[in-house]
């Protein structure tokens, strides 16, 4: 599991999950850590025309971290 559903304040618990899932796994990844599977999809959420852009954050940081591992 890469990524779960919290709260606000980092707390993990059942009414933060919004769909119920078992430990309130949001991604998951395989052993070998190469493919990452979401369940909130982040990209149904980063133009203003869809009513939200929080998913940006999520796409910004992936693009922040790749441009770093390339520059390093």
Excluded: W
């Excluded at 998951?28 to 959420?45: D, Q, S, T, W, Y």
């Amino acid at each position: 599991m890469l990524v779960r559903y919290c709260d606000a304040a980092g707390r993990i618990t059942p009414e933060a999950s919004p769909n119920g899932s078992a430990e309130n796994i949001a991604g998951i990844c395989n052993a070998k850590r190469n493919v990452f599977g979401l369940m909130p999809h982040p990209e149904r959420a980063c133009d203003p025309l869809l009513l939200s852009t929080d998913g940006r954050v999520f796409f910004e940081s992936l693009l922040a971290t790749l441009r770093k591992s390339k520059a390093a």
